[in-house]
């Protein structure tokens, strides 16, 4: 089977993490801060904080920027869940914005006129845009619209590690960026996550809340503030110093396989079949997602793609389609482009370990199944 992602663990990874689990050190200690440092420069940003999962690292970034009963934070339509969730968590709403049908990010236009036409009763405090399957598409524009009108940045980049626009890498535009490092993404630690910030108020605040509130020295314990434990292990941090080694070649190795699946699949999109997604520069290639015409049922497809090793899914949920988060505002809107991307996305594999054949056998696939 030609599985949709595929984790990759060097063997000198494995044999870092058999010395630390023999070493006693096993929760946050010296592997997770050398992995902070080392995560913080390839980003180029001031300060990370390694937690235990991509929804902590959303959570901390929203608990640090005060969010919480009677505000508001904007997300896009189409995205996982934890999105949308881990606002409604902290008592502020979340309010649904649609997307683009190319880039599959949030539409700065819907979102600065949702913005501009906004009522209340909760506050506006914060844009939340994804990055989604690794696409920096609009970064720019969400960061000059939080600038006009004093909202916060939070950038839920958790598929987007290594994705950049220009210089700019995804994570560091606004006040904060959170990364997942569940084995879904392109690089993994098991569980796992981060928080990137330039800003060190907010740095010390989440760093606060990651660990009970709690300082430390030699002789007591503080409690500063009320806190959670949202801290990574020193193993799982051997496994992420290990991988961000190789990010970069294999998003390389990524965008080849992404050309195949666009110079083959070409004629599909030619036909009216699919709707191939836009890899912009930049891209970090974390899933293809296409998007299948109205006349196939996507689950037939993927049943077919299974039958000839091929494994495939829906790429991400539609917010709205979900009716968790009701409030008016998502209620009297509609969301057509995240609907319609929910409904017929289909994310075909993509990982560093697959072979230029396997990209011209999903190709084929695809073809005899959607051309008859
Ligand atoms: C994966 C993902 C998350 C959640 O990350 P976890 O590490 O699984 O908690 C949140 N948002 C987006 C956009 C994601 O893709």
Known sequence: MIKLSQPKIPEHAINRVSEILRSGQLVHGEECEAFEVELAEYLGVEHALVVSNGTAALHLALLASNIGPGDAVLVPDFTFAATANIVEITGAKAIIVDVEADSYNMDPVLLETCIKEWQGPEKLKAIMPVLEFGSSKNL???????????????????????????????GTAG??????????????TGEGG?????????YNKAKLLRSHGMVRDMYRTKFECIGLNYRLTNFQAAI???????????????????????????ELEEK??????????????????????????????IKKLKDMGIESSLGAQSMSALNLYDNKQNKNR??????ELYAMGLAIPLHESMEDKDAVKICLALKTILEN
């Not at 960061?143 to 995804?170: P, T, W």
């Not at 981060?194 to 907010?202: E, Y």
């Not at 992420?240 to 050309?259: M, N, P, Q, T, Y």
Request: charged share 20%; with cysteine; net charge negative.
């Open 140 to 170: 720019t524009e969400y960061l000059r619209i939080a600038n006009e009108y004093n909202l916060l940045l939070i950038e839920d980049a958790a598929c987007a590690l290594g994705a950049s626009d220009g210089d700019l890498k995804v």
């Open 175 to 188: 006040d904060f960026g959170c990364f997942s490092f569940h084995p879904r993404k392109t690089l993994t």
């Open 194 to 202: 981060a928080i990137v910030t330039n800003n060190t108020v907010l």
């Open 240 to 266: 992420g110093r290990a991988l961000l080694v190789e990010l970069d070649s294999w998003i390389d190795k990524r965008r080849i396989l992404a050309e195949m699946y666009h110079t083959g699949l070409k």
């Open 272 to 301: 009216g079949l699919v709707k191939l997604p836009t890899i912009d520069e930049g891209h970090s290639l974390q899933t293809y997602m296409l998007v299948l015409a109205k006349q196939f049922d996507r689950t037939t497809v």
């Open 334 to 339: 509609s969301f057509p482009i995240g609907n």
